[in-house]
């Protein structure tokens, strides 16, 4: 059974930082792309963030670059989200997923695979 666990969120600042994992099981996760998206209340879920199976490729929403890092440790089949100078409109709950085997990822949530119960993080102004 593949289960994804995010953890890492909480209320920060405006400007803090915090940083998200993602611990996967189940599956061969070494050969998925994963990604972050968040969904604020009333709004649809959105693309945050992607890494490609091999960790060479990363792609980002317009809205993050230049704040957020994703990253991966396979050996601990763990993925990460490093956010940086945070702002209120960052609020949201955020959510980790799989994508396919050998992909660089994807913008859609639809393609992704697996998901995770999400973890909320909330930024005051």
């Known amino acids: 059974q593949v289960q994804l666990v995010e953890s890492g969120g909480g209320l920060v600042q405006a400007g803090g930082s915090l940083r998200l994992s993602c611990a996967a099981s189940?599956?061969?996760?070494?050969?998925?792309?994963m990604g972050w998206f968040r969904q604020a209340p009333g709004k649809e879920r959105e693309f945050v963030a992607a890494?490609?199976?091999?960790?060479?490729?990363?792609y980002y929403a317009d809205s993050v670059k230049g704040r957020f890092t994703i990253s991966r440790h396979n050996a601990k089949n763990t993925v990460y989200l490093e956010m940086n100078s945070l702002k209120p409109e960052d609020t949201a709950a955020y959510y980790c997923?799989?994508?396919?085997?050998?992909?660089?990822?994807?913008?859609?949530?639809?393609?992704?695979?697996?998901w995770g119960q999400g973890t909320q993080v909330t930024v005051s102004s």
């Open positions: 997923a799989a994508h396919s085997y050998y992909s660089n990822g994807s913008q859609r949530p639809e393609e992704y695979r697996y």
């Open positions: 189940g599956l061969a996760f070494s050969s998925y792309a």
């Open positions: 890494v490609s199976w091999s960790g060479g490729s990363t």
